[in-house]
């Protein structure tokens, strides 16, 4: 891995135990390397500035805590209304979907980063939400009592209950999706940083950006040291890039962390390929 000052603040960020990791700081480091002038102080002011946006609106509306119903169709009206916030249907793969600053600049992104912007706001408001990685959508999740509320950034805010999202996993997957109820469960800002990551190395790779693609998939590891699919990933990358030595080291590894995997034959024949071209450049 090249080490930048990206890539080491954004290891110490994500060292941390999942709770104690600040999203959006974390999240605008992730596009450091892309943007290096990027100014993370002015960006997290941003999202300080749209929660300041909201609060009064929320004096004399009894406790957040109490009525969060009430605070959400407030930060709704805020967001969506009046800043303009959208999901971004026209370009759904643009990578600048993924770049909070991005988001922050454009004010459309895809479910994750408006989730995350969201989750944000509402943390600065005392409103307490959780970020929920249902299979191809992200929205945001609500406890209040007993019940549990989900909201769809990506969809201007849209209050839903379980039947809803379930009727909405319907529409993405089709009528035979199966639905299991941990679809529902929250994830914590590891998984949630996991998963844009995830997002820009898909996009990245079916652009052949090979570069970048490598770049996303060291991120991740940061994350996930010992993610063996990522290991797997990185070592193909690696031989595409025609860094044959990294890719037998990569693939090795992989073995070693999953000896019986599907695809482990498939990974000794890569490891003999590249090994045989390795040594005929000596």
């Known amino acids: 891995m090249t080490r930048t000052l990206a890539t080491e603040l954004f290891r110490e960020m994500v060292s941390r135990p999942a709770g104690e990791v600040d999203l959006a700081a974390a999240a605008l480091l992730v596009a450091l390397d892309e943007y290096p002038d990027l100014n993370l102080q002015g960006y997290l002011l941003r999202i300080d500035q ?14 957040v805590a109490e009525r969060p119903v ?3 169709e407030k930060v709704n009206q805020h967001l969506f209304a009046v800043e303009g916030f959208r999901g971004n249907r026209e370009d759904y793969y643009d990578p600048r979907n993924s770049f909070l600053n991005e988001v922050l600049d ?11 912007i969201y989750m944000e706001v509402g943390k600065r408001l ?13 929205v945001v999740k609500c406890r209040h009592r007993d019940i549990e509320i989900f909201v769809d950034p990506f969809n201007f805010g849209e209050i839903l209950l379980e039947v809803d999202c379930r009727k909405k996993l319907a529409q993405i997957h089709g009528e035979d999706f199966r639905f299991d109820r941990s679809h529902l469960d929250s994830v914590n800002n590891h998984q949630i940083l996991t998963r844009m990551l995830t ?6 790779f ?4 090979y570069s970048r693609t490598l770049a996303m998939i060291e991120k991740i590891l940061l994350v996930n040291p010992n993610a063996p699919g990522e290991i797997r990933d990185r070592g193909s990358i690696h031989y595409k890039l025609d860094h044959l030595s990294q890719a037998l080291k990569d693939w090795s590894r992989y073995l070693e962390l999953s ?24």
């Open 70 to 72: 009430d605070a959400i």
């Open 206 to 209: 079916e652009k052949q950006d």
């Open 50 to 63: 749209l929660a300041e946006g909201i609060r009064p609106e929320l004096q004399g509306s009894g406790s």
């Open 106 to 116: 454009r004010k459309t992104g895809i479910p994750i980063t408006l989730s995350v």
């Open 199 to 204: 997002n820009l190395k898909a996009i990245y």
């Open 126 to 138: 005392g409103l307490e939400l959780q970020g929920v990685g249902m299979p191809g959508h992200f």
């Open 259 to 282: 000896p019986r995997a599907s695809d482990a034959k498939e990974i000794e024949r890569n490891l003999t390929v590249a090994g045989h071209l390795l040594a005929g450049r000596n």
